[in-house]
């Protein structure tokens, strides 16, 4: 599903249709598929009135609308301010590097050989190139992207080591700024039980310290502190999925954000 949410007399009306879809993004859905929401609930995974107000052009899926609102209102009151955007899917990074181009948003993308340096000379000199993109295989080793402050991950992850070395890529030595980290979770979705896993086996805050640390430090820590994905954490990934199971979220805190799309 595409992760919009209506209330239950539109519900019905769109499972009523030969063909549902959603009437936001236009995503075929199930017509027996639907995960209830309670008024709290709805009202936790709203984004804050800043964000709501910003105005996207073209139909997205409400992750990339969400990702899209975020460097837009960047844009309005940091223009200075620039963004890494990581995903573990290449396609995924094209459709965001689409939405950016209708918004008139310049970014520039990871590719292999001479083209990558042409790329972060790119990012580091132009002023109006304000988005990176980059794949968690390729974006997560070695380099150094201190020109940003912002880091939007679009995906969770069980492997704690991705998520610190993208984080990495920021927060390193030479870094003048707070860095600001921002998942994009869909909200009463596996995505949840993922997040939750993670923090389990490293809570997202112990990112914060990671910029006094070398590539070979990094790397330490993370064979001491990464554990193999467990039973119990397939457990909680299955208990997800079922209609009695009610994921709770972690609060954010400091400059991590958790952002329920």
């Given at each position: 599903p595409c992760g919009h949410y209506y209330c239950e007399n539109c519900t019905a009306a769109?499972?009523?249709?030969?063909y549902p879809r959603c009437p936001e993004c236009?995503?075929?859905i199930s017509s027996t598929f639907r995960v209830p929401l309670s008024s709290t609930q709805t009202q936790t995974h709203r984004e804050d009135a800043?964000?709501?107000?910003?105005?996207?052009?073209?139909?997205?899926?409400?992750?990339?609308?969400?990702?899209?609102?975020?460097?837009?209102?960047l844009r309005q009151v940091a223009p200075e301010e620039k963004s890494l955007v990581f995903s573990q899917y290449p396609d995924a990074l094209k459709l965001v590097g689409k939405a950016l181009n209708v918004n008139n948003i310049s970014w520039v993308e990871l590719r292999g050989g001479s083209k990558a340096s042409a790329a972060i000379r790119e990012f580091e000199t132009k002023e109006e190139v304000r988005v990176f993109l980059l794949p968690h295989k390729v974006g997560a080793s070695g380099l150094t992207l201190n020109r940003a402050n912002h880091v939007f991950l679009l995906?969770?992850?069980?492997?704690?080591?991705?998520?610190?070395?993208?984080?990495?890529?920021?927060?390193?030595?030479?870094?003048?700024r707070p860095v600001h980290v921002t998942r994009l979770i869909m909200h009463s979705t596996v995505e949840e039980a993922v997040m939750e896993a993670q923090e389990r086996r490293q809570p997202l805050m112990e990112l914060a310290g990671v910029?006094?640390?070398s590539e070979q430090g990094l790397a330490g820590q993370q064979v001491a502190k990464q554990e193999a994905f467990g039973q119990q954490d397939l457990q909680h990934l299955l208990d997800a999925v079922l209609p009695a199971a009610h994921a709770s979220i972690p609060q954010a805190t400091h400059n991590m954000h958790t952002s329920l799309v």
């Amino acid at each position: 599903p595409c992760g919009h949410y209506y209330c239950e007399n539109c519900t019905a009306a769109i499972r009523a249709a030969a063909y549902p879809r959603c009437p936001e993004c236009r995503t075929r859905i199930s017509s027996t598929f639907r995960v209830p929401l309670s008024s709290t609930q709805t009202q936790t995974h709203r984004e804050d009135a800043q964000h709501a107000q910003i105005k996207v052009v073209g139909n997205w899926m409400s992750k990339i609308e969400g990702l899209i609102r975020r460097i837009v209102r960047l844009r309005q009151v940091a223009p200075e301010e620039k963004s890494l955007v990581f995903s573990q899917y290449p396609d995924a990074l094209k459709l965001v590097g689409k939405a950016l181009n209708v918004n008139n948003i310049s970014w520039v993308e990871l590719r292999g050989g001479s083209k990558a340096s042409a790329a972060i000379r790119e990012f580091e000199t132009k002023e109006e190139v304000r988005v990176f993109l980059l794949p968690h295989k390729v974006g997560a080793s070695g380099l150094t992207l201190n020109r940003a402050n912002h880091v939007f991950l679009l995906e969770p992850s069980m492997d704690p080591a991705i998520l610190q070395q993208a984080v990495g890529r920021a927060h390193r030595m030479g870094q003048t700024r707070p860095v600001h980290v921002t998942r994009l979770i869909m909200h009463s979705t596996v995505e949840e039980a993922v997040m939750e896993a993670q923090e389990r086996r490293q809570p997202l805050m112990e990112l914060a310290g990671v910029s006094h640390l070398s590539e070979q430090g990094l790397a330490g820590q993370q064979v001491a502190k990464q554990e193999a994905f467990g039973q119990q954490d397939l457990q909680h990934l299955l208990d997800a999925v079922l209609p009695a199971a009610h994921a709770s979220i972690p609060q954010a805190t400091h400059n991590m954000h958790t952002s329920l799309v």
